[in-house]
């Protein structure tokens, strides 16, 4: 699976990227939640250090995220590997187009007169790819199907001030 995972982002990206963080996400039907609009504007990083343009620090289970420079944002890419068939039944991830190019773009200034909103469905096995920055949240389920998702952000950029990544993996190389 890695490997076929790495040809893809190789073909598509390019080949210097590595994997900086994932998260595995279950949505089971019992335990119901809604996700609002949001971008993923932080990183994960192994220690807090004072580097410029790295700000709004938090720590969540021990982990450190930190806001890097846009340009790092920008750069990286989110795959999302679906276990389960993903509708919007069960919360799959509704998007606003075109939102990952205005930079960092709050959810309350969000005009819904020009944005629209479009539901990702995504069949079990399927693969969605995404920019963090692409405004996305998701709904409650209402059909009672568990949603599981691997949610892996990938990068090619080197951090800096002695900053570095929480997760770093090299992806094997491609047969």
């Not at 809604?34 to 192994?46: A, E, G, N, R």
Request: proline residues 5%; hydrophobic residues 40%.
């Amino acid at each position: 699976m890695a490997s076929r995972l790495k040809k893809v982002i190789n073909a598509t990206f390019g080949t210097d990227y590595v994997v900086v963080k994932s998260i595995y996400f279950d949505k089971p039907p019992t335990s119901n939640w809604f996700v609002s609009y949001h971008q993923d504007l932080t990183i994960s990083v192994k220690e807090k250090l004072a580097v410029a343009g790295f700000g709004s620090w938090t720590t969540k289970d021990g982990q450190f995220a930190v806001q890097p420079p846009l340009e790092i944002l920008q750069d990286n890419i989110t795959v999302r590997l679906h276990l389960d068939d993903t509708s919007a039944s069960n919360g799959a991830l509704k998007v606003i187009p075109g939102s990952h190019l205005q930079g960092v773009y709050r959810p309350e200034t969000i005009n819904w007169e020009t944005e629209t909103e479009v539901d990702c469905e995504v069949p079990r096995g399927g693969a969605m790819f995404m920019k963090p920055l692409l405004l996305h949240s998701s709904g409650r389920t209402v059909n009672n199907e568990r949603r599981r998702v691997i949610h892996i952000e990938f990068s090619r950029r080197n951090l800096q001030g002695g900053l570095q990544w929480a997760e770093l993996l090299a992806l094997p190389a491609c047969s």
